[in-house]
């Protein structure tokens, strides 16, 4: 169900039932062959296959469109709300929800940089709401969520999402290659490190304080110009029908009880 379309008693009275999708993403620079709007595309496009397989179980919210962005903001069209705002967004849209009935809510992430305020929501939201009747919230990067089916795939050229990629320029061209100015080039090499991967192809054992104008000349990171339409087909059915697993997997958790 589309929570948009839906009457103020019409939540009250199904709200128990579903699950709460509330998709995450951003306007930002995408380099300079993908339009800003790319994650929020890419998060509608996700959110709206898995409402049409699951239109029972799960209520969709409208994609909160503005994300947590600041390390882009060297280059021009970033659009960001502050980590503290951002934070404060999904804690008071999360507690809507939980006062509208809704005891299993999951945030479906297209933005990186969400990433780390998301989880501090959650932190603090599980701290709130503690007690008999506790909700289920939930929170995960599309990435992270198939990362297992993402990582066993052999369509692609490049071994993992970055950004303004091989991965997000496919999906932009499977829906809108109208908008893309251009394949694009990104920043491809690392920085010789076996402690920190800039690009995220390997798991970096440091955290490193970079904006994105430090981590590439353009903004776009990996091999655009590997993209297809096709491989972005393949790359929707494949990670819609993982979110789509989660979601059945999620409605059937129960509390434990250790008292």
């Not at 128990?16 to 306007?27: H, K, N």
């Not at 297809?228 to 059937?252: I, W």
């Amino acid at each position: 169900m589309k929570y948009a379309e839906l009457t103020s008693p019409e939540l009250g009275r199904i709200a128990p039932g579903l699950i709460a999708v509330l998709p995450l993403a951003a306007v930002e620079q995408h380099g300079d062959h993908l339009p800003v709007v790319t994650d929020t595309v890419i998060a509608d496009e996700i959110a709206r296959r898995v409402e049409a397989t699951l239109p029972d179980q799960i209520a969709l919210l409208p994609t909160l469109w503005c994300g947590s962005s600041h390390h882009h903001k060297g280059f021009p069209g970033t659009l960001s709300l502050r980590s503290e705002t951002y934070i404060n967004v999904l804690i008071d849209l999360v507690d809507s929800l939980i006062d509208t009935g809704f005891r299993r809510i999951f945030l479906l992430n297209a933005h990186g940089g969400n990433q780390t305020p998301f989880a501090e929501a959650l932190y603090r939201l599980n701290l709130a709401h503690r007690g008999p009747d506790e909700p289920w919230i939930a929170a995960a990067s599309y990435w992270n969520l198939a990362a297992k089916e993402l990582s066993e795939q052999k369509f692609m050229d490049t071994p993992k999402l970055s950004h303004a990629c091989e991965y997000e320029t496919s999906m932009m061209q499977r829906l809108r290659i109208d908008w893309i100015k251009g394949s694009g080039t990104g920043e491809s090499d690392g920085i010789g490190s076996a402690f920190y991967d800039p690009l995220g192809y390997r798991p970096s054992r440091v955290v490193v304080a970079q904006s994105f104008d430090q981590l590439s000349g353009n903004g776009s990171l990996g091999s655009p110009e590997k993209a297809t339409p096709e491989k972005g087909e393949q790359l929707y059915t494949l990670v819609s029908d993982v979110v789509v697993q989660f979601l059945q997997d999620f409605a059937t958790w129960e509390r434990r009880s250790f008292s």
